[in-house]
């Protein structure tokens, strides 16, 4: 049962903290709970904006003294909100963006609050970088606890690969830091489990000379007509160079659009241009040679806040001719193909894997499906609640016209899957590993605003 602070307990909490504690009515208080996905409306108890790991001990144990769910607040970006317990506490690690390279040891110390957008500048100061996701608003800590998909991924593995320790507070409220030599255990589930295990402070990751250079290639096709060339792509899958991550996309005009994008020298990259290039006569063709800072913005405004969202997605090992008709069908039915209802319908995409993410052997993290070819994803995205039901439907229509492909789906991913969500993410055997490491760090199940691992059931 949820105990009510007194007013004095708040101007403790307050006076103590190094950052900032909100109520319901402060000036600040509705921005700060506002995240990514204008679906989620939800209204903390009070929301402490952590400046130091000292305030995420403090309000770990200001929550668990006042029995208030826990939500953990880093970009905000995750699309069911968990970031926003309703009545609950939000630790809120927005003010905690701090990052430091060192060019010499190739490594950056990365604060729990930080966006991708800031990792990325300090490292790319020194031709440098590590995986990060393709939005630059996004949060370090939930891309990289799930995983950590990006364009360097295939030549230099996920986000989770590159971490040397993390700095953790655990539901008890210590401080440990988890790596190959302390808590291994910890350090493993930390590795694609998600947010179950405590609150990140300080990630270490290992960065990588990629250069600063980048080049991003589209071909369109109208998506009734594109199975031809769709095949020919899915058929370079398997021979194209690690610095490329072959990309398939059809969106809300009609149109199907296969490329790639190139991190590191150019010149390969163009070679590459030339198979691109007898895939078809595409109706449409952008090559553009870019910094790879403005590679990793190229996806900002279309992926801004404030409007409502909802995604489902699949690895696929495989992707037969049937698959590729789903896939530019994108869930529609005869109607919806002909009038105006295909508006409604969700972008969907394909996204290489392979390369060094398959090189980690599948024991070595809970992330899971290291063997997929592809990842998909069918996302919608609208303004007008009015639309929340149709939106919703269509992008679960398409996901269910490929899930006869799928071999399993990407935890930072998960939607509305149900009882038996975790098990498409991990194996049976990691996910009896990762309660064991839930067991060892959070029996109480006190992170639990998550996609959650649930401790094994105490004996009476």
Request: glycine share 12%; hydrophobic share 40%.
């Given at each position: 049962?949820?105990?009510?602070?007194?007013?004095s307990?708040?101007?403790?909490?307050?006076?103590?903290?190094?950052?900032?504690?909100?109520?319901?009515?402060?000036?600040g208080?509705?921005?700060?709970?506002?995240?990514?996905?204008?679906?989620v409306d939800?209204?903390?108890?009070?929301?402490?904006?952590?400046?130091?790991?000292?305030?995420?001990v403090?309000a770990?144990?200001?929550?668990r003294e006042?029995?208030?769910?826990?939500?953990?607040?880093c970009?905000?970006?995750?699309?069911?909100?968990?970031?926003?317990?309703?009545?609950g506490?939000?630790i809120d690690l927005?003010?905690?963006?701090?990052?430091?390279?060192?060019?010499?040891?190739?490594?950056?110390w990365v604060?729990?609050?930080?966006?991708?957008?800031?990792?990325?500048?300090?490292?790319?100061?020194?031709?440098?970088a590590?995986t990060?996701?393709?939005?630059?608003?996004?949060?370090?800590?939930g891309?990289?606890?799930?995983?950590?998909?990006?364009?360097?991924?295939?030549?230099c593995?996920?986000?989770?690969?590159n971490?040397?320790?993390?700095?953790?507070?655990?539901?008890?409220?210590?401080?440990?830091?988890?790596?190959?030599?302390?808590?291994?255990?910890l350090?493993?589930?930390?590795r694609?489990?998600?947010g179950?295990f405590?609150v990140?402070?300080?990630f270490?990751?290992?960065?990588?000379?990629v250069?600063?250079?980048?080049?991003?290639?589209?071909?369109?096709?109208?998506a009734?007509?594109?199975l031809?060339?769709?095949s020919?792509?899915?058929?370079?899958?398997?021979?194209?160079?690690?610095?490329?991550?072959?990309?398939?996309?059809?969106?809300?005009?009609?149109?199907?659009?296969l490329?790639?994008?190139?991190?590191?020298?150019?010149?390969?990259?163009?070679?590459l241009?030339q198979?691109?290039?007898?895939?078809?006569?595409p109706?449409?063709?952008?090559?553009?040679?870019?910094?790879?800072?403005?590679?990793q913005?190229?996806?900002?405004?279309?992926?801004?806040h404030?409007?409502r969202?909802?995604?489902?997605?699949?690895?696929?090992?495989?992707?037969?001719d049937?698959?590729?008709?789903?896939?530019?069908?994108?869930?529609?039915?005869?109607?919806?193909?002909?009038?105006?209802?295909?508006?409604l319908l969700?972008n969907?995409?394909?996204?290489?894997?392979?390369?060094?993410?398959?090189?980690?052997?599948?024991e070595d993290?809970?992330?899971?499906?290291?063997?997929?070819?592809?990842?998909?994803?069918?996302?919608?995205?609208?303004?007008?609640a009015?639309?929340?039901?149709?939106?919703?439907?269509?992008?679960?229509?398409?996901?269910?016209a490929?899930?006869?492909?799928?071999?399993?789906?990407y935890?930072?991913?998960?939607?509305?899957?149900?009882?038996d969500?975790?098990?498409h993410?991990?194996?049976?055997?990691?996910?009896?590993?990762?309660?064991a490491?839930?067991?060892?760090?959070?029996?109480?199940n006190?992170f639990?605003?998550?996609?959650?691992?649930?401790?094994?059931?105490?004996?009476?």
């Amino acid at each position: 049962m949820t105990v009510s602070a007194t007013q004095s307990e708040i101007g403790g909490i307050r006076e103590r903290l190094d950052g900032q504690l909100l109520l319901p009515g402060d000036h600040g208080y509705h921005a700060a709970r506002a995240v990514w996905n204008a679906l989620v409306d939800r209204h903390p108890k009070m929301i402490i904006r952590c400046a130091s790991t000292r305030d995420v001990v403090l309000a770990v144990r200001a929550a668990r003294e006042l029995d208030l769910e826990i939500g953990v607040r880093c970009g905000g970006h995750n699309a069911l909100g968990f970031a926003v317990p309703d009545g609950g506490l939000m630790i809120d690690l927005s003010l905690m963006g701090a990052v430091r390279v060192d060019p010499v040891q190739r490594r950056a110390w990365v604060q729990g609050g930080a966006l991708l957008g800031a990792l990325d500048a300090a490292s790319q100061r020194y031709g440098l970088a590590t995986t990060a996701g393709n939005v630059s608003h996004t949060g370090v800590g939930g891309l990289t606890l799930g995983g950590g998909m990006g364009w360097l991924a295939r030549q230099c593995g996920l986000a989770c690969d590159n971490v040397i320790s993390y700095q953790v507070v655990t539901a008890a409220g210590d401080i440990v830091r988890a790596s190959p030599a302390e808590h291994p255990d910890l350090f493993w589930g930390l590795r694609g489990g998600g947010g179950n295990f405590g609150v990140v402070t300080e990630f270490q990751f290992r960065l990588h000379p990629v250069g600063t250079q980048a080049m991003a290639a589209e071909f369109s096709f109208p998506a009734r007509r594109a199975l031809r060339a769709l095949s020919g792509w899915r058929d370079l899958l398997s021979s194209a160079p690690r610095q490329a991550t072959l990309t398939a996309d059809v969106g809300r005009d009609g149109m199907a659009t296969l490329g790639f994008a190139w991190v590191g020298d150019l010149a390969p990259g163009r070679r590459l241009l030339q198979a691109m290039r007898a895939l078809g006569r595409p109706a449409g063709e952008r090559v553009q040679e870019l910094p790879y800072l403005e590679l990793q913005r190229r996806s900002d405004s279309v992926q801004q806040h404030a409007l409502r969202r909802y995604s489902k997605g699949h690895y696929l090992k495989e992707l037969p001719d049937e698959a590729l008709e789903a896939f530019l069908a994108r869930g529609a039915g005869p109607r919806e193909a002909e009038n105006e209802r295909g508006e409604l319908l969700p972008n969907v995409g394909l996204v290489a894997y392979g390369g060094a993410i398959a090189d980690v052997p599948d024991e070595d993290s809970p992330f899971s499906h290291r063997d997929a070819l592809v990842e998909y994803g069918a996302g919608t995205s609208w303004s007008d609640a009015a639309e929340d039901q149709d939106r919703v439907a269509a992008a679960r229509r398409s996901a269910a016209a490929l899930s006869p492909y799928a071999s399993g789906a990407y935890v930072n991913f998960l939607s509305d899957e149900g009882a038996d969500s975790m098990l498409h993410a991990y194996s049976a055997e990691k996910l009896a590993r990762l309660t064991a490491v839930k067991d060892a760090y959070d029996p109480e199940n006190v992170f639990h605003l998550n996609h959650n691992i649930k401790p094994a059931p105490r004996s009476a």
